[in-house]
């Protein structure tokens, strides 16, 4: 399928565009661009920087895709985006480039849902099946992994990772690590317990939810430092869902983590 550009849409000489893309009104879309078969840009989209977007992704009016870094400490070196498959981002979206000193790569995974006005920051990296509400700001070189939430009009601090599986309630300020399939809220973001409905919507198995439920009580309630409790969940549960745990937990971070009540 040939793409559909609109006449009034101006596409720079060396970008480079797939079967079937659309491209609407008054888009821009850069020289040093590429989107893949099927990406349609609604009206007003600006595309810029070196920056790739996946198959059947669609990107909502006035989003600005691709910009440089709001980072003083980017000197115009080249970096990049690169954003996957099937994604959904909604109107008034910016998402930057990476910076020299992160890695000079911003990732989006596939599946993912960007709503409108959330901004994603450089060097910052997510997995699939992610999904950004209304006003959300990610901060550079935040880590998410797969199958997040982050409710609307939320912060995440800059280096901060946040484990599959988790949520993030509105209103909620992270300032440190979050464990895979951690619930979170409170105005300055508290571990308040695991995301329980995730979990049973997902189909994980009863046994797993158990073992995951009575690890996040020694976390809470064990001896010794965070960590300390980590390192001997690995000895005392067989279930992936623990073990993926403990590894988030004694991976490498420049944060601390969030804490159970």
């Known amino acids: 399928m040939p793409a559909n550009i609109h006449p009034s849409a101006i596409i720079e ?19 040093q661009v590429v989107l893949h078969d099927r990406v ?6 600006v595309v810029t920087g070196q920056t790739e977007i996946g198959e059947d992704t669609v990107v909502f009016s ?27 981002i909604r109107e008034h979206v910016t998402i930057n480039t990476g910076t020299e ?8 995974g596939d599946d993912g849902l960007l709503m409108a006005g959330c901004h994603i ?25 797969d199958d997040v939430i982050v409710g609307g009009l939320c912060g995440v601090h800059q280096f901060v990772r946040i484990g599959r599986g988790a949520i993030i309630g509105a209103l909620t300020m992270v300032t440190n690590d979050v464990i895979p399939h951690g619930l979170v809220q409170g105005p300055r973001g508290e571990l308040d317990g695991l995301n329980l409905v995730g979990l049973k919507r997902s189909g994980v198995d009863r046994g797993d939810i158990t073992a995951l ?3 996040f009580q020694m976390l809470k309630q064990g001896e010794g430092a965070f960590q ?34």
Do not use: W
Request: a neutral charge; one cysteine or more.
């Open 101 to 108: 000193g992160g890695g000079g790569l911003t990732k989006i």
């Open 62 to 88: 006035f989003s600005v895709i691709g910009e440089i870094p709001q980072d003083l400490k980017f000197k115009g070196e080249a970096t990049k985006l690169v954003i996957g498959k099937r994604n959904r």
């Open 121 to 145: 920051a450089h060097d910052a990296q997510l997995g699939n099946n992610v999904i950004i509400v209304n006003s959300t700001a990610i901060a550079g070189h935040v880590i998410i992994d």
């Open 13 to 31: 000489e060396g970008a480079l565009i797939g079967d079937g893309v659309t491209v609407g009104p008054f888009c821009i879309v850069g020289p």
């Open 228 to 261: 300390d409790r980590a390192k001997r969940l690995q000895d005392e549960s067989d279930s992936p869902y623990v073990t993926e745990m403990v590894r988030f937990i004694l991976g490498d971070t420049d944060r601390q983590f969030l804490t159970p009540k």
């Open 213 to 215: 439920r009575a690890a």
């Open 40 to 45: 349609e840009l609604k009206s007003h989209v």
